[in-house]
């Protein structure tokens, strides 16, 4: 038993934001460390469709494919030589109450059902791709228009900072953690034409994080995706 899920993961667009170290701080788990890009750290704002979701090898009758909104940031692990890229998950959205029990109860990340939905627009030419997540009464949303041509994405660019960390990590405590291994290839991304936001996020993750409310992106980013696997072996540290 050595994959715990299976899914394609499609259209995954990322709102990135500078943030000063200090408010990650209390998220990061014991024995990682803040990764940086040219000396800033990072959070981001993910929307994105998981599909055709299995666990163990087990489909997820009527309900294997969802939308997903997260808000993650950016760390290392060091381990003897090797240096492990990942992400820390301060909440991740599903529809599906049962998906966020499992999730919760396996992996002891911080999933919240809540309603959820997305409306793509695909033409040879471009994408217009939109995901929504319902909190309390309103409705927040996090759209981009697209061209469809894909490209590969640059060694050592804040694309490839963004997208290829392949670990994740969760804070059990303040002394435990929790280090999992996430499998797929490099995506291919798309050019962004425009794009929009609308997230009230500190109703929704809290007041640490009220000044994304005032805060204009870094960069947004559209990723085709791909199938990917999140490994059983759960290494606790």
């Not at 259209?11 to 500078?18: T, V």
């Not at 992996?107 to 939905?117: C, F």
Request: charged letters at 25%; proline letters at 4%.
């Amino acid at each position: 038993m050595n994959t715990f899920l299976k899914a394609k993961w499609q259209n995954l667009i990322m709102a990135n934001y500078e943030i000063e170290p200090s408010y990650l701080l209390p998220y990061l788990p014991n024995g990682v460390e803040l990764d940086y890009f040219n000396g800033k750290a990072y959070i981001s704002l993910v929307g994105f469709l998981f599909k055709n979701t299995s666990i163990f090898n087990i489909p997820i009758p009527f309900m294997g494919t969802f939308e997903e909104v997260n808000l993650r940031f950016y760390v290392v692990r060091r381990v003897d030589n090797e240096i492990r890229r990942g992400v820390v998950f301060i909440n991740e959205t599903v529809p599906n109450k049962l998906v966020a029990w499992v999730a919760n109860k396996l992996y002891k990340e911080h999933y919240t059902a809540i309603p959820t939905q997305h409306k793509w627009l695909i033409s040879h030419d471009s994408k217009g791709i939109k995901y929504q997540w319902k909190v309390k009464s309103k409705w927040n949303s996090i759209m981009v228009n697209a061209s469809s041509e894909k490209q590969k994405i640059k060694k050592d660019s804040i694309e490839a900072f963004i997208f290829e960390h392949y670990y994740g990590y969760t804070k059990v405590n303040n002394q435990r953690s929790i280090e999992y291994k996430i499998n797929h290839p490099s995506w291919k991304i798309n050019t962004i034409n425009n794009s929009e936001i609308e997230c009230d996020f500190e109703a929704f993750y809290g007041k640490d994080f009220r000044i994304l409310n005032n805060t204009k992106p870094h960069s947004i980013m559209l990723a085709e995706g791909s199938s990917i696997s999140v490994d059983w072996k759960r290494v606790s540290f």
